[in-house]
Protein backbone atom coordinates (compact mmCIF):
# COMPACT_ATOMS: atom_id res chain seq x y z
CA UNK A 1 0.00 0.00 0.00
CA UNK A 2 1.20 3.28 -1.02
CA UNK A 3 1.63 5.42 2.18
CA UNK A 4 -0.75 7.92 0.95
CA UNK A 5 -3.65 5.08 1.34
CA UNK A 6 -2.28 4.47 4.18
CA UNK A 7 -2.82 8.10 6.00
CA UNK A 8 -6.55 7.48 4.38
CA UNK A 9 -7.05 3.67 5.79
CA UNK A 10 -8.87 5.03 9.26
CA UNK A 11 -12.08 3.60 9.56
CA UNK A 12 -14.70 3.89 12.50
CA UNK A 13 -15.04 0.72 13.27
CA UNK A 14 -11.29 0.35 13.42
CA UNK A 15 -11.07 3.51 15.66
CA UNK A 16 -13.41 2.49 17.85
CA UNK A 17 -11.52 -0.39 19.26
CA UNK A 18 -8.13 1.06 19.32
CA UNK A 19 -7.42 2.93 22.77
CA UNK A 20 -7.25 6.79 22.83
CA UNK A 21 -9.24 9.65 24.42
CA UNK A 22 -10.24 10.54 20.83
CA UNK A 23 -12.58 8.05 19.88
CA UNK A 24 -13.59 7.08 23.74
CA UNK A 25 -15.07 10.68 25.10
CA UNK A 26 -18.71 10.22 23.45
CA UNK A 27 -20.75 7.08 22.89
CA UNK A 28 -19.64 4.73 19.78
CA UNK A 29 -22.78 6.54 17.84
CA UNK A 30 -20.15 9.95 17.82
CA UNK A 31 -17.79 10.83 15.03
CA UNK A 32 -15.15 12.80 17.35
CA UNK A 33 -13.24 15.47 15.27
CA UNK A 34 -12.46 17.25 18.64
CA UNK A 35 -9.18 16.85 19.85
CA UNK A 36 -6.14 17.62 18.02
CA UNK A 37 -5.20 13.77 18.00
CA UNK A 38 -5.00 12.43 13.79
CA UNK A 39 -6.20 8.99 13.11
CA UNK A 40 -3.10 7.64 11.02
CA UNK A 41 -1.18 5.21 12.31
CA UNK A 42 2.06 5.18 13.90
CA UNK A 43 5.27 5.33 11.51
CA UNK A 44 6.88 1.53 10.95
CA UNK A 45 9.79 2.98 12.40
CA UNK A 46 8.48 4.25 15.52
CA UNK A 47 6.75 1.09 15.98
CA UNK A 48 10.07 -0.77 15.15
CA UNK A 49 12.79 1.30 17.78
CA UNK A 50 9.45 1.02 20.47
CA UNK A 51 9.09 -2.71 20.50
CA UNK A 52 12.98 -3.21 20.93
CA UNK A 53 13.33 -0.99 23.70
CA UNK A 54 10.81 -3.35 25.48
CA UNK A 55 13.06 -6.04 24.32
CA UNK A 56 15.72 -4.96 25.43
CA UNK A 57 14.44 -4.09 28.85
CA UNK A 58 15.31 -0.51 28.72
CA UNK A 59 13.85 0.96 31.67
CA UNK A 60 16.58 1.66 34.26
CA UNK A 61 17.99 5.39 34.16
CA UNK A 62 18.85 6.96 31.23
CA UNK A 63 21.50 8.77 29.62
CA UNK A 64 19.58 11.35 26.92
CA UNK A 65 23.00 13.23 25.92
CA UNK A 66 22.62 11.06 22.59
CA UNK A 67 19.11 12.71 22.06
CA UNK A 68 19.94 15.80 23.17
CA UNK A 69 22.56 15.53 20.41
CA UNK A 70 20.67 14.89 17.64
CA UNK A 71 17.80 17.63 18.43
CA UNK A 72 20.55 20.57 18.86
CA UNK A 73 21.64 19.58 15.55
CA UNK A 74 18.18 19.24 14.06
CA UNK A 75 17.66 22.92 15.67
CA UNK A 76 20.97 23.96 13.65
CA UNK A 77 20.21 22.94 10.41
CA UNK A 78 15.77 22.90 10.38
CA UNK A 79 15.35 26.04 12.59
CA UNK A 80 18.55 28.09 12.20
CA UNK A 81 19.53 28.32 15.49
CA UNK A 82 23.09 27.21 16.60
CA UNK A 83 23.13 25.59 20.10
CA UNK A 84 24.55 22.92 21.74
CA UNK A 85 23.36 19.84 23.52
CA UNK A 86 23.33 21.60 26.94
CA UNK A 87 20.63 24.38 25.62
CA UNK A 88 18.09 21.57 24.62
CA UNK A 89 16.02 21.04 27.72
CA UNK A 90 13.25 17.73 27.33
CA UNK A 91 10.13 18.33 28.28
CA UNK A 92 6.77 15.85 28.62
CA UNK A 93 5.46 17.45 25.55
CA UNK A 94 5.43 21.45 24.57
CA UNK A 95 3.01 22.53 27.99
CA UNK A 96 5.95 22.06 30.15
CA UNK A 97 8.14 24.63 28.42
CA UNK A 98 5.32 26.78 28.54
CA UNK A 99 5.00 26.51 31.93
CA UNK A 100 8.54 26.72 32.09
CA UNK A 101 8.68 30.26 30.12
CA UNK A 102 6.10 31.39 32.35
CA UNK A 103 7.47 30.46 35.49
CA UNK A 104 10.86 32.43 34.11
CA UNK A 105 9.27 35.73 32.95
CA UNK A 106 6.24 36.51 35.30
CA UNK A 107 5.04 36.75 39.07
CA UNK A 108 1.36 36.88 40.28
CA UNK A 109 -0.19 40.26 38.54
CA UNK A 110 2.16 40.03 35.46
CA UNK A 111 0.45 39.90 32.10
CA UNK A 112 0.62 37.63 29.25
CA UNK A 113 0.22 38.33 25.60
CA UNK A 114 -1.59 35.30 23.26
CA UNK A 115 -3.82 35.94 20.44
CA UNK A 116 -7.56 36.06 20.31
CA UNK A 117 -8.03 33.21 19.37
CA UNK A 118 -5.14 30.63 21.03
CA UNK A 119 -4.68 27.23 21.92
CA UNK A 120 -6.92 26.85 25.20
CA UNK A 121 -4.36 25.57 27.63
CA UNK A 122 -2.29 28.86 27.16
CA UNK A 123 -5.05 30.80 29.29
CA UNK A 124 -5.53 28.11 31.91
CA UNK A 125 -1.70 27.82 32.19
CA UNK A 126 -1.22 31.84 33.04
CA UNK A 127 -4.46 31.97 35.04
CA UNK A 128 -3.19 28.80 37.36
CA UNK A 129 -0.07 31.02 37.80
CA UNK A 130 -2.33 34.18 38.50
CA UNK A 131 -0.88 36.12 35.56
CA UNK A 132 -3.27 38.13 33.67
CA UNK A 133 -4.08 37.26 29.93
CA UNK A 134 -4.10 40.07 27.20
CA UNK A 135 -5.74 39.20 24.12
CA UNK A 136 -4.27 40.25 20.94
CA UNK A 137 -6.83 40.41 18.53
CA UNK A 138 -7.22 38.77 15.52
CA UNK A 139 -9.76 39.58 12.49
CA UNK A 140 -10.70 36.83 10.97
CA UNK A 141 -11.85 38.84 7.57
CA UNK A 142 -8.26 39.53 7.09
CA UNK A 143 -7.71 35.72 7.71
CA UNK A 144 -6.20 36.06 10.85
CA UNK A 145 -3.05 38.37 10.15
CA UNK A 146 -1.14 39.29 13.29
CA UNK A 147 -1.47 43.30 12.57
CA UNK A 148 1.49 44.27 14.86
CA UNK A 149 -0.40 47.94 15.43
CA UNK A 150 -2.75 45.74 17.61
CA UNK A 151 0.03 44.07 19.52
CA UNK A 152 1.31 47.65 20.75
CA UNK A 153 -2.05 48.79 21.81
CA UNK A 154 -2.05 46.34 24.76
CA UNK A 155 1.33 46.07 25.94
CA UNK A 156 1.91 47.80 29.53
CA UNK A 157 4.63 47.98 31.86
CA UNK A 158 3.49 44.90 33.54
CA UNK A 159 3.45 42.61 30.09
CA UNK A 160 6.35 39.96 31.13
CA UNK A 161 5.65 37.04 28.24
CA UNK A 162 4.20 36.86 24.90
CA UNK A 163 2.89 33.25 23.85
CA UNK A 164 3.71 32.76 19.57
CA UNK A 165 1.80 30.22 18.54
CA UNK A 166 3.33 29.27 14.28
CA UNK A 167 1.67 27.28 12.89
CA UNK A 168 -1.35 28.17 14.93
CA UNK A 169 -4.08 26.15 16.51
CA UNK A 170 -6.93 26.92 16.34
CA UNK A 171 -6.59 29.54 13.35
CA UNK A 172 -4.70 27.26 10.77
CA UNK A 173 -2.27 30.63 10.18
CA UNK A 174 0.87 30.57 9.40
CA UNK A 175 3.56 33.70 10.18
CA UNK A 176 4.86 35.05 7.61
CA UNK A 177 7.95 36.85 8.07
CA UNK A 178 6.76 40.28 8.23
CA UNK A 179 4.35 39.63 10.97
CA UNK A 180 7.31 37.86 12.61
CA UNK A 181 9.57 40.92 12.69
CA UNK A 182 6.43 43.06 14.19
CA UNK A 183 6.27 40.86 16.65
CA UNK A 184 9.61 40.83 17.10
CA UNK A 185 10.62 44.14 16.96
CA UNK A 186 8.16 45.06 19.40
CA UNK A 187 9.16 42.46 22.38
CA UNK A 188 12.65 43.88 21.31
CA UNK A 189 11.70 47.67 21.93
CA UNK A 190 9.50 46.56 25.20
CA UNK A 191 12.22 44.42 26.53
CA UNK A 192 9.71 41.49 26.72
CA UNK A 193 10.30 37.74 26.46
CA UNK A 194 8.58 35.68 24.04
CA UNK A 195 7.88 31.83 23.80
CA UNK A 196 7.23 30.75 21.01
CA UNK A 197 5.06 27.60 20.73
CA UNK A 198 6.08 25.93 16.63
CA UNK A 199 5.19 22.31 17.57
CA UNK A 200 3.20 22.26 14.17
CA UNK A 201 5.97 23.24 12.42
CA UNK A 202 6.08 20.21 9.95
CA UNK A 203 2.14 20.82 8.72
CA UNK A 204 1.89 23.23 6.22
CA UNK A 205 0.34 23.19 2.97
CA UNK A 206 0.86 25.00 -0.70
CA UNK A 207 4.68 25.13 0.14
CA UNK A 208 4.88 27.53 2.91
CA UNK A 209 7.67 27.55 4.40
CA UNK A 210 8.22 27.38 8.84
CA UNK A 211 9.96 30.61 9.89
CA UNK A 212 11.73 30.21 13.52
CA UNK A 213 10.94 33.17 15.37
CA UNK A 214 14.09 33.30 17.13
CA UNK A 215 16.13 32.86 13.88
CA UNK A 216 15.25 36.00 12.60
CA UNK A 217 18.11 38.28 14.39
CA UNK A 218 20.19 38.23 17.81
CA UNK A 219 17.57 40.28 19.55
CA UNK A 220 15.12 38.35 19.36
CA UNK A 221 16.76 34.87 19.42
CA UNK A 222 18.17 36.20 23.12
CA UNK A 223 15.08 36.80 24.55
CA UNK A 224 12.83 33.91 22.98
CA UNK A 225 12.76 30.61 24.30
CA UNK A 226 11.74 28.27 21.36
CA UNK A 227 9.17 24.70 22.16
CA UNK A 228 8.59 21.83 19.75
CA UNK A 229 7.30 18.28 19.95
CA UNK A 230 6.22 15.33 18.27
CA UNK A 231 2.72 15.00 18.83
CA UNK A 232 0.71 16.36 15.75
CA UNK A 233 3.30 15.31 13.06
CA UNK A 234 3.74 11.43 14.18
CA UNK A 235 0.45 11.05 16.09
CA UNK A 236 2.20 10.26 19.29
CA UNK A 237 0.68 12.74 22.11
CA UNK A 238 0.74 9.67 24.38
CA UNK A 239 4.66 9.57 24.27
CA UNK A 240 4.77 12.68 25.68
CA UNK A 241 7.53 13.93 24.58
CA UNK A 242 9.07 17.97 23.56
CA UNK A 243 11.72 20.11 24.06
CA UNK A 244 12.82 23.52 24.10
CA UNK A 245 16.07 26.18 23.64
CA UNK A 246 16.86 29.21 24.25
CA UNK A 247 20.75 31.12 22.63
CA UNK A 248 20.48 32.57 25.74
CA UNK A 249 22.57 30.58 28.10
CA UNK A 250 21.48 32.61 31.21
CA UNK A 251 17.91 31.72 30.24
CA UNK A 252 18.97 28.22 29.68
CA UNK A 253 20.50 28.21 32.92
CA UNK A 254 17.27 29.64 34.57
CA UNK A 255 14.86 27.40 33.27
CA UNK A 256 17.31 24.50 34.27
CA UNK A 257 16.87 26.07 37.80
CA UNK A 258 12.85 26.03 37.76
CA UNK A 259 12.52 22.68 36.43
CA UNK A 260 14.50 20.94 39.03
CA UNK A 261 13.16 18.17 40.44
CA UNK A 262 9.95 18.50 38.25
CA UNK A 263 11.11 19.09 34.53
CA UNK A 264 12.90 15.11 34.50
CA UNK A 265 13.34 15.16 31.20
CA UNK A 266 11.31 12.34 28.11
CA UNK A 267 10.82 8.56 29.32
CA UNK A 268 13.52 5.68 27.80
CA UNK A 269 10.36 4.95 25.27
CA UNK A 270 10.39 8.39 24.11
CA UNK A 271 14.27 8.44 24.00
CA UNK A 272 14.28 5.53 21.55
CA UNK A 273 11.73 7.06 19.14
CA UNK A 274 12.46 10.40 18.95
CA UNK A 275 16.18 9.73 16.57
CA UNK A 276 13.51 8.26 14.17
CA UNK A 277 11.31 11.12 14.17
CA UNK A 278 14.03 13.50 13.35
CA UNK A 279 15.97 11.94 11.14
CA UNK A 280 15.68 12.41 7.28
CA UNK A 281 14.75 9.18 6.50
CA UNK A 282 11.45 9.49 7.62
CA UNK A 283 10.54 12.46 5.68
CA UNK A 284 8.40 10.24 3.22
CA UNK A 285 5.89 9.76 6.44
CA UNK A 286 5.61 13.60 6.43
CA UNK A 287 5.41 14.07 2.97
CA UNK A 288 2.69 11.48 2.17
CA UNK A 289 1.02 12.82 4.85
CA UNK A 290 0.51 16.26 4.02
CA UNK A 291 -0.34 14.79 0.38
CA UNK A 292 -3.43 13.45 1.87
CA UNK A 293 -4.17 16.40 4.44
CA UNK A 294 -4.32 18.90 0.74
CA UNK A 295 -6.87 16.11 -0.72
CA UNK A 296 -8.71 16.49 2.84
CA UNK A 297 -8.79 19.85 3.38
CA UNK A 298 -9.79 20.96 -0.62
CA UNK A 299 -12.44 18.30 -0.01
CA UNK A 300 -13.19 19.90 3.27
CA UNK A 301 -13.43 23.45 1.37
CA UNK A 302 -15.74 22.01 -1.28
CA UNK A 303 -18.04 20.83 1.18
CA UNK A 304 -18.66 23.66 3.27
CA UNK A 305 -19.23 25.64 0.47
CA UNK A 306 -21.89 24.00 -0.25
CA UNK A 307 -23.59 23.65 2.85
CA UNK A 308 -24.54 28.08 1.91
CA UNK A 309 -23.40 29.85 5.08
CA UNK A 310 -19.97 28.54 6.65
CA UNK A 311 -17.28 30.41 5.97
CA UNK A 312 -13.83 28.93 5.84
CA UNK A 313 -10.29 30.44 6.17
CA UNK A 314 -7.87 29.61 4.07
CA UNK A 315 -5.95 26.68 5.87
CA UNK A 316 -2.09 27.54 5.87
CA UNK A 317 -1.09 24.92 8.31
CA UNK A 318 -2.10 22.24 11.43
CA UNK A 319 -4.93 19.77 10.56
CA UNK A 320 -7.53 21.93 12.65
CA UNK A 321 -10.49 23.74 10.58
CA UNK A 322 -12.12 26.96 11.95
CA UNK A 323 -14.88 27.61 10.16
CA UNK A 324 -17.74 30.44 10.88
CA UNK A 325 -21.29 29.04 10.93
CA UNK A 326 -23.21 32.19 10.01
CA UNK A 327 -26.93 30.73 11.61
CA UNK A 328 -27.41 32.90 14.72
CA UNK A 329 -26.16 30.34 16.94
CA UNK A 330 -23.45 30.81 19.27
CA UNK A 331 -20.46 28.30 19.89
CA UNK A 332 -21.73 26.37 22.89
CA UNK A 333 -24.97 26.11 20.43
CA UNK A 334 -23.84 24.89 17.74
CA UNK A 335 -21.75 22.23 19.90
CA UNK A 336 -24.28 21.01 21.60
CA UNK A 337 -26.49 20.59 18.77
CA UNK A 338 -24.14 19.02 16.11
CA UNK A 339 -23.05 16.62 19.37
CA UNK A 340 -26.89 15.91 20.20
CA UNK A 341 -28.76 15.98 16.93
CA UNK A 342 -25.59 15.50 14.49
CA UNK A 343 -23.80 13.17 16.70
CA UNK A 344 -20.36 14.94 15.16
CA UNK A 345 -18.41 16.56 18.01
CA UNK A 346 -16.76 19.59 17.60
CA UNK A 347 -14.30 21.77 19.50
CA UNK A 348 -16.44 25.37 20.03
CA UNK A 349 -14.92 28.51 19.20
CA UNK A 350 -15.24 30.02 21.98
CA UNK A 351 -12.98 27.78 23.98
CA UNK A 352 -10.36 29.70 22.67
CA UNK A 353 -11.37 32.74 22.82
CA UNK A 354 -14.06 35.45 22.99
CA UNK A 355 -13.19 35.99 19.23
CA UNK A 356 -14.24 32.44 18.14
CA UNK A 357 -17.72 32.75 18.45
CA UNK A 358 -19.64 31.82 16.01
CA UNK A 359 -16.75 29.41 15.33
CA UNK A 360 -16.31 25.79 15.59
CA UNK A 361 -12.82 24.12 15.55
CA UNK A 362 -12.99 20.64 13.25
CA UNK A 363 -9.83 18.29 13.27
CA UNK A 364 -9.29 16.83 10.11
CA UNK A 365 -6.26 15.09 10.35
CA UNK A 366 -8.70 11.50 9.35
CA UNK A 367 -9.34 9.61 6.21
CA UNK A 368 -12.11 10.41 3.68
CA UNK A 369 -14.33 8.13 5.24
CA UNK A 370 -14.25 9.27 8.75
CA UNK A 371 -14.41 13.16 7.78
CA UNK A 372 -17.00 12.59 4.69
CA UNK A 373 -19.34 10.98 7.58
CA UNK A 374 -18.80 14.16 10.25
CA UNK A 375 -19.42 16.63 7.17
CA UNK A 376 -22.95 15.12 6.11
CA UNK A 377 -23.62 14.73 9.94
CA UNK A 378 -23.07 18.82 10.15
CA UNK A 379 -24.82 19.17 7.03
CA UNK A 380 -27.86 17.45 7.76
CA UNK A 381 -28.08 19.82 11.11
CA UNK A 382 -27.93 22.88 8.87
CA UNK A 383 -30.38 21.84 6.93
CA UNK A 384 -32.72 21.72 9.60
CA UNK A 385 -32.08 25.56 10.23
CA UNK A 386 -32.75 27.00 7.28
CA UNK A 387 -36.33 25.38 7.38
C1 LIG B 1 -0.28 24.88 19.80
C2 LIG B 1 -0.22 23.72 20.71
N1 LIG B 1 0.67 23.72 21.72
C3 LIG B 1 0.76 22.70 22.60
C4 LIG B 1 -0.06 21.61 22.48
C5 LIG B 1 0.10 20.49 23.44
O1 LIG B 1 1.12 19.71 22.95
P1 LIG B 1 1.81 18.55 23.80
O2 LIG B 1 0.84 17.43 23.83
O3 LIG B 1 3.03 18.23 23.03
O4 LIG B 1 2.10 19.13 25.14
C6 LIG B 1 -1.02 21.56 21.45
C7 LIG B 1 -1.94 20.42 21.32
O5 LIG B 1 -2.86 20.42 20.55
C8 LIG B 1 -1.08 22.64 20.54
O6 LIG B 1 -1.94 22.64 19.53
Known sequence: MYNEDIFNSSTIEGMLAAPGRKWHRYPPDVIPLWIADPDFPTAPGIRKVIQQ???????????????????????????????????????????????????????????????????????????ASDCKV????????????????????????????????????????????????????????????VVSDELWEDILFDDRKHITLASLNPEISDQTITAWGFSKTWGVAGLQSGYCTSTNKDIISELKKIGTGI?????????????????????????????????????CYKRFEEMGSVEAPELQGTYLMFPKFNYGLKSIELEKMFLEQGKVALSPGTNFGPNGEYHMRIQIGTSEEIIGEGLNRIESCLKTLKK
Open 263 to 299: IQGVNNIALRAIPVMVDRHSDYWKRDMMKHLHYIRDL
Open 134 to 193: KYWKLDFKNRYKHDSEELKKIITNKTKLIINCNPSNPTGRVLNSEELKGLADIAIDKKIT
Open 53 to 127: AIDDEDFLYSDNTKVRNILAEKIATKNGLQVSKDEVILTNGVEPALWLALKYSCKPGDEVVITDPSYNEFKKIIE
